[in-house]
């Protein structure tokens, strides 16, 4: 054993410490074994915090370490003869020792190969090759139970519906205004997901005679833009849903809906709005099957790139189609306000490019010069319109604030008014505020903070043209 080893180590020279020690009993001899064991093996981890940190160290902290070994070898056979176990001990601190070393080679191969594939265990493929198929089997059946849904309706009611008349008068129950309202462009729809299915069954054929995964997201990319299509459609359900329940007013159209319902098996007892929500929520559902089928894709496989692209391509579609479906929404929405308001005069031009309703609230008492009455108030995202209550739902003009630079005041409330939920709006361009009186604390706070929101984003939206402005000028300077 190296003389430099034992004299330069603070634990050998305990251990020489040790060797000239008294003999002992077995009990004790016992107790020391189990705590130079617990001692070695922090001394290891130590030693293998070292190790990843620093080689050199790591080279030191071994030679220690076999140097305990044989030291504690040494003692056990000179100084513990009357221990009858003396080589399971040392087989004890042996084993520890081993273990320990184990533990670092592990440690450092699971350091080494963090980035290895995740599905690297054979029982692990298996797992995703699985949940991989039954996706795509999955995305399969219920592509052909959609398309078979699309062309019922298209056969069995949309058909029906145009040639349906009134049996009394002779006139047809639906126009065909109303036929292309309710049913917006769906005839063109089954087509474009006839070809998908066909080619995602071409694929998942050849994929399975080749042993291989389905190119998924390659069927996807040649499809994507086809999609597009879907955006007419979807735009037109809120005036779809507006015009069946002006139809069903008349009680031989409801009748018709009712019997279709009913006698058509494919129809499961379920209502036609049920069915022409369908398209809506079908493509909507394809982002949602790709980021799926990427958790069961390997990163290294060549479809991996092809589903992020089909994502990305499917997910702008779709968020393309809900942010029509917003746009249609909330101009039906500003169409509301505009005939619910009557105008003494010339008309306020209420829709316009850009504005967004944002909420309806009426008030047991408004108050502009002192006047107050009951009414309105429409907030847009650049206004707030002021209604006065003149009769049953009948509502006249009174003014509009416009938010860009307005301020909101909380009023405190009167003495002896507990009831008294109170707060202003001043605006620009108005010589008085506009006081409004709320049912509870609930109602007032709510209100403060959704035209303060409001306010702060009319604010900001001005300094973001503002800015676009400049950017213009200065282009055209130059």
């Known amino acids: 054993m190296s003389t430099e080893s034992t004299s330069t180590t603070p634990l050998n020279a305990s251990i020489s410490k040790w060797q000239s020690a008294p003999k002992i009993t077995r009990n004790q ?7 130079r064991k617990d001692f070695l093996s922090r001394n290891t981890k130590i030693t293998n915090t070292n190790t990843n940190t620093n080689t050199n160290t790591n080279t030191n902290s071994n030679l220690n370490t076999n140097s305990l070994s044989n030291s504690l070898s040494n003692s056990n056979s000179n100084s513990i003869n009357l221990i009858s176990g003396s080589s399971s001990s040392r ?25 290895i594939d995740e599905w690297a265990d054979p029982e692990r493929e298996a797992f995703r090759q699985r949940q991989n198929k039954n996706l795509i089997n999955e995305l399969i059946q219920t592509e052909r139970e959609y398309i078979k849904d699309i062309e019922m309706i298209i056969e069995k009611i949309k058909e029906p519906m ?27 729809l089954p087509p474009i997901n006839k070809v998908f299915l066909q080619q995602l069954q071409d694929e998942f054929t050849l994929a399975d005679q080749e042993s291989r995964d389905v190119m998924v997201g390659q ?6 833009d086809f999609f597009r299509i879907y955006h007419e459609y979807c735009s037109a359900q809120s005036v779809s849903i507006k015009t069946i329940n002006q139809l069903r007013e008349n009680s031989q159209f409801e009748a018709f809906l009712l019997e279709k319902r009913d006698m058509i098996e494919e129809c499961r007892t379920m209502d036609l709005q049920s069915f022409l929500i369908k398209p809506m929520q079908r493509v909507c559902k ?27 391509k499917v997910s702008k579609v779709v968020n393309a189609i809900n942010e029509n479906k917003r746009q249609q929404e909330n101009l039906e929405k500003l169409e509301q306000v505009r005939a619910s308001i009557i105008f ?26 002192k006047d107050p009455f009951k009414g ?52 620009t361009g108005l010589t008085n505020q506009i006081i409004v009186s709320c049912i509870s604390i609930e109602e007032k706070r709510r209100w403060v903070n959704l035209l303060n929101e409001t306010i702060s984003a009319a604010n900001a939206t001005a300094i973001s043209l503002s800015g676009a402005v400049v950017i213009q000028r200065a282009s055209a300077l130059a």
């Open 344 to 369: 003494s005069g010339d008309e306020f031009p209420i829709i316009a490019t850009g504005r967004r309703w944002i909420e309806t609230g009426s008030f047991k008492k408004i108050i502009i010069k």
């Open 286 to 312: 394809y982002p949602l099957f790709l980021r799926d089928m990427l958790k069961y894709t390997r990163k290294n496989h060549t479809d991996y790139v092809n589903l992020l692209n089909a994502n990305e």
């Open 162 to 188: 145009r040639q349906k008349t009134d049996f009394l008068t002779g006139e047809r129950l639906a126009s065909d205004d109303k036929i292309r309202a309710i049913f917006s462009n769906i005839d063109i």
């Open 91 to 115: 087989s004890i601190v042996s084993t520890s020792t081993s273990t320990t070393s184990t533990t670092s080679t592990t440690s450092t191969t699971s350091t080494d190969n963090s980035d």
């Open 29 to 35: 001899s016992e107790n020391f074994l189990q705590s």
């Open 219 to 224: 069927v996807f990319l040649k499809t994507a």
């Open 376 to 427: 309105k108030v429409h907030l847009l995202n650049d206004i707030a319109i002021i209604t006065k209550k003149t009769g049953k739902q009948k509502f006249k003009y009174q003014i509009n604030a416009t938010l860009r630079g307005a301020s909101v005041i909380e009023i405190e409330a009167k003495e002896g008014k507990k009831d008294d939920f109170v707060f202003g709006l001043n605006a």
